[in-house]
């Protein structure tokens, strides 16, 4: 059998730190109760009492805000310290609401304050009544007062929310890089070691020593692949342009396709190299593993790069690897054209 959870305060609420502070500035609004119990008839006991409970209750108060005491307490303490003052002030105890509506609104879990400050709203009214000549002026004075309590929670809430959805985006977004990173590595590494196997296979017999150096060759990749992984999840990669544009015609060699390369990373926007290694790495990777090309030209330039093969051509729906180049580049506000070439694909990566 399972409970159901307490209503929580609100998280990262900035009262539960400085509102001691604010709440010790309002005290001075006591000053009403203080003056009605040195007006009053009462003896000088009577007056001594309810003094004691006005400093009672601004301690109560003020530790209401703090972690020392719990604002359930607080509140209980601070009622009945008002209420003990009746006998000297009569109904000049409304002056203790705005405290009590502000602790509330500002420290008590949901729901429970809207209600309790409902509560503490409606005493006000009583001043309309003109009972013992109260000044009907403190209706209008408390209030605000009040409404200005609710509307700091409400903004609190608010910006709260903000946080948390920021929060989640940026978790979302982390986990987005990460999934679209590791596809990259892994789609590239284990396209790459799979043509390497299959040349290993081929060459066992006719050229073991040709053999041997590709078996060594996959053992390098595989270990190159891991170390990519390990620093993509710990956000540590980044595309080196340079690398990939020398590490792409080995590739492609391996799988029987010739690369020409037109331009030079000189030749490119150093702002977007990073992300032009990952735009050449997918491209790569699909021309090996899906467009049976025999020849592929790679064009580099300040506004971007350019992949052609001479393969069957793009068919079907965009997969996780096109997408994800297709995310980074409009992330950055340039645009990503994957369209047929004569014969083959054409990738066409424009960035600003």
């Known amino acids: 059998m399972t409970s159901t959870p307490d209503p929580t305060p609100l998280p990262d609420n900035p009262w539960e730190k400085w509102g001691w502070a604010f709440a010790a500035i309002w005290l001075v609004f006591l000053a009403f109760p203080i003056i009605a119990v040195v007006e009053s008839e009462v003896g000088l006991p009577a007056k001594v009492f309810a003094m004691l409970c006005i400093a009672g209750f601004a301690v109560a108060n003020v530790l209401g805000y703090s972690s020392r005491l719990r604002p359930w307490w607080a509140l209980g303490l601070m009622v009945a310290l008002a209420l003990a003052t009746a006998p000297v002030i009569g109904i000049g105890v409304i002056s203790f609401t705005p405290y009590l509506a502000i602790l509330s609104a500002l420290r008590l879990p949901s729901p429970a304050w809207k209600w309790a400050v409902g509560l503490w709203a409606a005493f006000p009214v009583l001043s309309l009544l003109d009972i013992d000549g109260f000044p009907t002026f ?125 331009g030079t990373v000189a030749d490119t926007d150093p702002r977007h190299r990073a992300l032009l290694a990952w735009v050449l790495r997918e491209a790569v990777t699909n021309v090996v593993r899906h467009s049976r090309a025999r020849s592929v030209r790679i064009e580099l330039g300040p506004a971007g790069i350019v992949v052609v093969d001479d393969g069957r051509g793009c068919d079907g729906a965009e997969g996780n690897g096109l997408r994800g180049m297709r995310e980074r580049v409009t992330g950055v506000g340039g645009t990503l054209d994957v369209g047929p070439a004569t014969p083959g694909t054409r990738v066409e990566v424009v960035l600003p």
């Open 138 to 262: 403190f209706f209008l004075m408390l209030w605000p007062i009040m409404i200005g309590g609710v509307m700091l929670r409400l903004f609190g809430e608010r910006e709260y929310l903000a946080n948390a959805a920021l929060r989640e985006h940026v978790v979302v977004v982390e986990r987005e890089r990460v999934a679209r990173d590791v596809h990259d590595v892994l789609g590239h590494s284990l396209t790459a070691l799979s043509v390497k196997a299959e040349l290993a296979a081929r060459l066992i017999d006719i050229d073991p020593a040709r053999a041997k150096q590709e078996l060594e060759s996959i053992q390098a990749t595989a270990r190159q692949a891991l170390a990519e992984v390990r620093a993509t999840v710990g956000g540590l990669r980044a595309g080196n342009l340079e690398a990939e544009l020398a590490a792409a015609p080995r590739v492609l060699a391996d799988a029987g396709i010739t690369t020409t390369v037109d």
